[in-house]
């Protein structure tokens, strides 16, 4: 952690500025302000319910900001679509399943390409992170476990050599030693990727092993932010944040 714990150096890749949205008429997350900067892991933890999921659907184009800015590459990108964001190099691995369990698994690797040209290359790059993807790839999707659809879910978005990653609650009902494996890669992708990630958890222990700043959302609003130092107690720090 500690050859990325400073980042003044580095060029901003994503910030929101002020950044309200939400459903309907009901606002959700309000006034956030957040600045992710070149292959660095932001963690945002908090509780269900407290806006979480619908931060990173706002970023990615789901959701229309009510208030404020998103910025990515210093370019404004609030209230574009999805799909135009993806091209951009913005990938998104939900919370929910988001796998075509009656397509194989290289089928559904496909679909993070923007051309089946750059297949073999994305499946270098998956097999250096996640060897056994390419290994089923003809595989249906729906016969893998749980463990190996979320392995699925990361190496689509790895596909498309993403210089920012939006990642949702990824260790949800994982065992333990596959949470190690996705915590791990996370690390490695920022660091030798340089790719950026703004990782949404519920999971302390994962967050502090590869985040390097992390703040706290709390009915929509961040009520605390802190750095992640190399030898500090930093799983007692956020466990005692989350409990405030």
């Given amino acids: 952690m500690s ?88 990938a998104y691995i939900p919370q929910e399943a988001a796998i075509f369990q009656d397509l194989t698994v290289e089928e559904n690797l496909r679909l993070g390409l923007p051309s089946d040209r750059l297949l073999p290359s994305g ?25 190996e659809q979320k392995m699925l879910l990361m190496a689509r978005a790895l596909m498309s050599d993403p210089k920012l990653m939006l990642v949702d609650e990824i260790s949800e009902g994982l065992q333990p030693t596959m949470v190690e494996n996705i915590t791990q890669v996370l690390g490695q992708v920022a660091a030798k990727e340089n790719t950026s990630v703004l990782l949404v958890e519920q999971n302390v222990r994962l967050v502090t092993r590869v985040a390097h700043s992390v703040a706290l959302l709390e009915i929509g609003r961040i009520v605390q932010e802190m750095q992640l130092d190399d030898g500090a107690d930093n799983e007692l720090a956020l466990t005692e944040m989350m409990r405030v």
């Fill in 123 to 147: 499946m270098e790059k998956v097999a250096a992170y996640f060897p056994i993807i390419p290994q089923r790839r003809k595989q249906f999707a729906g016969t893998l476990s749980g463990g």
């Fill in 3 to 90: 050859e990325n714990t400073k980042k003044s150096d580095k060029a901003t890749v994503l910030e929101c500025r002020q950044l309200s949205s939400g459903y309907d008429d009901a606002t959700v997350i309000d006034n956030i302000n957040i600045q992710i900067t070149e292959g660095q892991v932001f963690g945002i933890l908090g509780k269900n319910g407290m806006g979480k999921s619908t931060l990173l659907k706002t970023i990615m184009g789901f959701l229309k900001p009510i208030n404020g800015e998103i910025y990515y590459a210093d370019q404004p990108i609030g209230g574009l679509e999805p799909q135009v964001l993806a091209r951009r190099g913005i």
